[in-house]
C-alpha cells in the first residue's frame, strides 16, 4: 500500500491536478449560469455540505441551498492566478479520492463591484466515469 500511495503521488499528481483544474473550471461555470441545477448530479444522498455555519447532508438538501433565492444571484470566480491545490488520497476501504481546494472571489450579484474572498474545498470520489462531491466547505474570509 504504502508503494502504491508513493507511486500515485509522485506519478499521477499532474493528472490528479489536471482533473481538479477541469473539475474547477465547469463546476464554477455552472454555478455562474442558469444551468445551476445541473449541479445536483454531483451529489448523493450522503454529501455533506458546510456553507458557512450550515450544515446540510443528502443531494435534496445541497440543491435546495444552492438554488436559494438568497444565492440564486452570486457569482463564484476562482482566482485565475492561483491554480486549484488538488491531492489524491483514499477512503478507509482503499478507494481514490480527490480533495481539491479553491481560493476565490464572490460577488452577491453579476453587476456588483465588490467582491468578498471564499475558500471551497471539495473531496471527489470517483463513482463509474463521473464523480460525486462527499464532501465539501464553502467559507468566506478576509486576509
Not at 18 to 31: C, D, P
Not at 48 to 55: A, E, I, R, S, V
Not at 103 to 108: A, T
Amino acid at each position: 500500500m504504502e508503494e502504491k500511495l508513493c507511486q500515485l503521488l509522485f506519478q499521477e499528481i499532474p493528472q490528479f491536478q489536471l482533473i481538479a483544474n477541469q473539475f474547477v473550471q465547469w463546476y464554477y461555470e455552472t454555478h455562474n449560469s442558469e444551468n445551476r441545477p445541473a449541479l445536483q448530479g454531483l451529489y448523493n444522498q450522503n454529501s455533506f455540505l458546510t456553507y458557512q455555519n450550515d450544515q446540510l447532508v443528502g443531494s435534496e438538501n445541497i440543491i435546495k441551498k444552492i438554488l436559494d433565492e438568497q444565492l440564486s444571484q452570486m457569482v463564484k470566480i476562482p482566482q485565475p492566478n492561483i491554480q486549484p491545490i488538488a491531492q489524491p488520497s483514499f477512503d478507509s476501504s482503499g478507494a481514490q479520492l480527490l480533495l481539491i481546494t479553491v481560493f476565490g472571489e464572490l460577488k452577491l450579484t453579476p453587476e456588483e463591484e465588490n467582491t468578498i474572498p471564499f475558500v471551497e474545498i471539495f473531496l471527489l470520489q470517483p463513482i463509474e466515469n463521473s464523480f460525486v462531491i462527499k464532501n465539501q466547505i464553502f467559507t468566506t474570509h478576509s486576509f
